[in-house]
């Protein structure tokens, strides 16, 4: 790492929080409402992470805006209410935040979830007093796209670009940081493949929450020693 990074991004479903059990539901719930076959849960798990109405694309093989607008929304009448909270955060996520917080970085929340159901999930789970400030999605589509939500990011923090960091479980975190100048690091544990995360080519791969943590601590080790030594 050229510039270590004093801002750190991270995205929400597979990286803070395990969301599957919500989610696979909600898409069940919706399908089902639609008539449509409902898939198990096993073959709906590549849904969590990219825009909804992109899934649905896909599941209802169908780009009728209404139809697809009307899945999100029953999508919604069981998420916003049940389906939010059949969720958990990762072990070791809370002491890895903390650690990251205390080594004196800056953490911003950056998920393609409608920012209204992010800040209840992390309010919920205890994980809010880690992060600075939540950037997510609105209900009407306007950045589910990742680049496009880091770039709204960027600009409303007036952030420089070489000196944050971007860590997320799916190809969608990496691209979208990618797309806009931004360190990436990839997490294993969450919903990405290893082929997809190989093929998106994060900066680095981290393992675990701790591992991650870690290693931004030991920049920041790294950084005083050097400076101490000019």
Request: include cysteine; hydrophobic fraction near 40%; aromatic fraction near 8%.
């Amino acid at each position: 790492m050229t510039v270590t990074p004093t801002t750190v991004l991270f995205d929400l479903d597979g990286t803070l929080t395990d969301p599957k059990e919500g989610i696979t539901r909600s898409i069940q719930f919706a399908l089902k409402e639609l008539g449509h076959k409902v898939p198990d849960t096993a073959s709906l798990l590549w849904c969590i992470g990219p825009p909804l109405k992109e899934s649905f694309r896909r599941l209802l093989r169908s780009n009728d805006d209404v139809l697809l607008n009307k899945a999100v929304a029953l999508y919604r009448q069981r998420f916003g209410v049940t389906g939010i909270f059949e969720n958990t955060p990762y072990p070791e996520i809370i002491p890895a935040l903390n650690t990251i917080r205390l080594a004196g970085f800056r953490l911003l929340l950056a998920t393609s979830k409608p920012t209204v159901y992010a800040r209840r999930i992390l309010e919920r789970f205890q994980l809010a007093l880690f992060f600075d400030r939540v950037y997510g999605s609105e209900f009407d589509g306007t950045r589910t796209d990742k680049g496009d939500l880091i770039a709204h990011l960027i600009e409303s923090e007036h952030l420089h670009v070489e000196t944050a960091l971007m860590v997320g479980d799916r190809e969608h975190d990496i691209l979208g940081a990618k797309k806009n100048g931004i360190h990436t690091a990839a997490v294993s544990y969450g919903y990405g493949t290893h082929e997809e995360l190989q093929r998106a080519r994060p900066d680095w791969i981290f393992h675990s929450p701790m591992e991650l943590a870690n290693f931004l601590t030991d920049q920041v080790k790294n950084d005083a020693l050097t400076s101490s030594a000019l």
